[in-house]
């Protein structure tokens, strides 16, 4: 067995472990056996075992002390010191999770990173949706003629001026031809009432429900909303709403003719 | 009775509540012979089984006690187990791996040379020798563990463990010198 010479049994412990073996032999077959012994226990000295990434992420780093890279059991406990205590928590105890060793502490100033996760993930995330929103309403152009007129309704409103001084130029426009329709009817009706009733000169003198019988027949189609208010030409309804103005009542007295308001846009000659 | 040896005086104790050191150096002291002991068990896969070894002692190492001397004896019992478990399962279904020369204990010699230097390997010594004579010889020698040890994992006495011990060195022995002559 010549082979066996070329194994050397230079560690000691190996050396050691084979006397324990051999301990309850004789001598004459311990010398036989000793060789073979050192053989078997050349498989315990193989190559090293590379740690899956699994069991790395368990491992300590390298380079620590403690490692046993030299094979020397006697260094495992060399590297025991706070800061190795330090560096060796971490490893194991991210892996278990709140272990009961785990001071609270660590595990404070381990929370606030998680919780600002979300936060910042929902920032980016509106972010990123307001950013789109923008684009497609900056391509749109009737949201940028509703926003320009709501910047500028508000300008007008800060400065002092109606809300609805921008808008009038489009809304008011059938406005003065129902109002200029409507007058010429109205006043020809009226000029023929106080023919009829000349003694009737104050508007007191004409309670309301007496309005509809004084009426002439011609106008009596158009009485009704504002002759149960009274006729009182005051108030009619604004120009600026834009709403043909009904003819007025023909009532009975020397009540003022009714005149258009001098703001209607387009007005009377 | 065999008076208390010590399998290895030069071991410190650890810190039990190192979990993280006492496993690494585990890890960096003990693979190289947890490989080389399920490669002589003949299990598939040496490496992955050996991570899976250590894998399944870091799950335990909360409740190790004995330092690096205890994670060995512990160690070793789950080898010892999934080598059961390998040769078990194999039985119930024969696996196909690939063949390696150097581990086939049927191989032919091409030369006498080879015949020399093949029929002497230490994997084929044990291959020459019963499951439990294999078993005691790699626990004590290639693990390193103790009677008492040894015989926690194997399930005996430690007088069935030292009379198994004895008898495998006998036959080891016998098949050796038997080699040697038919080499001769």
Redesign the interface.
Known sequence: MNHLNDHEIDDHNDQKVIDQVLTDVDPDGADSLRPLLAELRTLAHGGPVEPGPLLEALLLPEDRPAAGASGAPGSASAGSGADDDTRAVPVLQVLEGDGPRRPARRRRAAQPARRRRPLAAALVLTAAIGAGTAAAAAADEGFRSALGDGISSVMSVLGGRPASAPSTPTSPAPAPTGASAATPQSVPSSAAVPNAKPSSGARAASPAPTGPRTTAPGAEASTSPEAGLGGVPSQLPSPNLGIPLPPLPTVPGSLPQPTAPAGLPGGLP | M?PH?D??P??????P?????????A???L???????L??RGVDDC??V??DV??SL?SRIGSLRG??DGAKALVFTIAHSRAVDHHRRRQRTPALVPHEPELDPRATPATTEDLA?GT???LN??NSLTDDHREV??L?????LSIDQTADIMGRSTGAI?QL??RA??A??SH??TR?LSAS
């Open positions: 065999e040896e399998p290895n030069e071991i410190p104790t650890m810190d509540g190192d979990h993280a050191e006492l496993f690494t150096t890890f960096r002291t693979s190289p012979s947890v490989h080389g002991y490669r002589a490496e992955a050996t991570q250590f894998l870091y330092g690096l230097l002497t390997g230490a010594l044990l010889l790699l004590r020698v290639v693990a390193d030292k011990q004895r060195l006998e080891l022995r050796a010198a040697e």
